[in-house]
């Protein structure tokens, strides 16, 4: 399974970008899919995480109103759309897949990792 995420670029506070994420290697049907970012200096967090019906999401609470996730899977794609953009926000963004089709918030339980994306905001 391989991963690639884009989307990134710069944008001013209070901007919106959407990230995707297309898998492939195989359907991204029945995995479940996660969104992660790291910040300059910071170690990498959780931000947003969908199960393979998409119908379960969770997020952190920095960024719930403000991000949504949501799939695809016509097209092996994962969408972080993301809105009233922070300049605390920004940080390369990376998506992430999980076999167990559950939703997930932490990095161990994800086997599979896209190589990530660059969100600037400024201010």
């Known amino acids: 399974v391989q991963l690639q995420a884009c989307g990134g670029g710069l944008v001013q506070a209070g901007g919106s970008l959407r990230l995707s994420c297309v898998t492939s290697?195989?359907?991204?049907?029945?995995?479940?899919m996660g969104w992660f970012r790291q910040a300059p200096g910071k170690e990498r967090e959780f931000v947003a995480t969908?199960?393979?019906?998409?119908?379960?999401?969770y997020y952190i609470d920095s960024v719930k109103g403000r991000f949504t996730i949501s799939r695809d899977d016509a097209k092996n794609t994962v969408y972080l759309q993301m809105n009233t953009l922070k300049p605390e926000d920004t940080a390369i963004y990376y998506c992430?897949?999980?076999?167990?089709?559950?939703?997930?918030?932490?990095?161990?339980?994800?086997?599979?990792w896209g190589q990530g994306t660059l969100v600037t905001v400024s201010s």
């Open positions: 290697g195989r359907t991204s049907s029945g995995l479940g």
């Open positions: 969908i199960s393979y019906i998409g119908t379960n999401t």
């Open positions: 992430a897949a999980k076999a167990n089709g559950y939703y997930g918030i932490r990095e161990p339980q994800y086997e599979y």
